[in-house]
């Protein structure tokens, strides 16, 4: 009687365990809300450095500093590329929708808030004269992403979309071979743009333009592909590759130098700190691929124990799309106060319009 009471206190006490401990591991989509929460604030934060004076990055002793935070920030827009295709793959991998079907799924998500900033936003530029107005008719604005300058992201993302019901369709190692393809179409890519825009040929200005390279499918797709790869791989068999935690820590460190030292390189030869600073890099690939590869693997463990529900980044994580939309008319508004020559009514139009979209916005579930 005893030794049964004995096993069965055992066995409850090990239940009990397994409970609290299988609690304190997170799920896969509480990780993937606190990266992009993460994520999206290295975005406002990239954005925010830009307010400064450009003089600060080439200022004695003090430049390195700016090009150091501009440059750890630049895992963000690919981490948000790689895991919404890891989080699509997830969720539709028992089933394949049509195209149609998911599109209009996601579009009836995406597109409406999308729209709404957009509006919002040329509507702020064209009534007043305190901020650069948008080119283009309304239709361009939309089609391509230019109502303002980070808006580029949604027809990108929907680009994306478009080539995810294939993704779904094809084995794994047809994936591989995608994966290997993009990305050294994208490095190879990374590698041209810099080489041609340093001959100075009129038939290149665009290049160093990154309001032209973002729009590019080219500079974004092995990032959401290598997300859906590494939906389908065993990350419980990846944890226990004795050498991977190390190689990844010496890839993200590495190239993170690499990029702040191009960065400098760069900066003394064009004088152009977009150019010098951005995402279409060859380090900035090695960098930001090491963050993903990182986070996808070691996440649930770097955060175990660890009390998300509550957590302030969690509820980033979920609005992170409607920050996205909206975050840069929060900036111009703070532009506005530190350099204080806007006009009072612009200031306060922006107020009123950035309320109103942020309550409109609440209507959009995007996940």
């Not at 050498?243 to 760069?266: N, R």
Request: aromatic share 14%; glycine share 6%; proline share 3%.
């Amino acid at each position: 009687m005893r030794l049964a009471l004995r096993d069965a206190f055992a066995k409850l006490s090990a239940v009990i365990k397994n409970t609290a401990s299988s609690k304190s591991i997170p799920t896969e989509k509480q990780v993937g809300q606190l990266a992009k929460a993460v994520a999206i604030c290295a975005v406002v934060g990239l954005h925010f450095l830009a307010l400064f004076p450009e003089t600060l990055y080439t200022a004695e002793g003090k430049g390195i500093y700016f090009i150091v935070l501009n440059q750890i920030a630049r895992f963000s827009v690919p981490l948000f590329l790689a895991l919404s295709g890891f989080g699509l793959a997830r969720k539709y991998q028992h089933e394949i929708p049509s195209l149609r079907e998911f599109f209009m799924r996601r579009v009836s998500k995406l597109l409406p808030p999308y729209l709404l900033w957009s509006v919002i936003l040329l509507a702020i530029m064209r009534i007043s004269d305190s901020w650069q107005q948008s080119q283009g008719s309304l239709w361009e604005s939309l089609l391509y992403g230019e109502a303002d300058y980070h808006l580029y992201f949604v027809p990108v993302i929907f680009q994306l979309y478009l080539l995810f019901v294939f993704l779904l369709k094809i084995k794994r190692r047809q994936l591989f071979w995608l994966v290997l393809a993009s990305g050294l179409l994208q490095a190879v890519w990374f590698v041209a743009i810099r080489y041609l825009a340093a001959q100075e040929s009129t038939l290149l200005t665009g290049l160093t333009d990154d309001q032209v390279q973002y729009r590019l499918l080219t500079n974004w797709i092995f990032y959401f592909v290598f997300g859906v790869l590494l939906s389908q791989l065993s990350l419980e068999r990846l944890r226990r590759l004795t050498f991977l935690k190390p190689v990844l820590a010496l890839v993200v460190l590495g190239s993170l130098v690499w990029a702040v030292t191009d960065s400098q390189e760069v900066i003394k030869t064009t004088g152009d700190i977009i150019f010098a600073t951005g995402f279409t890099r060859l380090p900035v690939f090695v960098y930001a691929t090491g963050v993903i590869t990182a986070v996808t693997v070691y996440g649930q463990q770097l955060l175990a124990g660890v009390r998300l529900e509550k957590n302030p980044l969690m509820f980033i994580g979920r609005h992170s799309y409607a920050i996205y939309l909206s975050h840069t008319l929060v900036l111009r508004i703070i532009e506005a106060f530190m350099e204080g020559g806007t006009e009072f009514a612009a200031v306060t139009l922006a107020a009123v319009l950035l309320a109103t979209g942020l309550v409109a916005s609440k209507q959009f579930s995007v996940g």
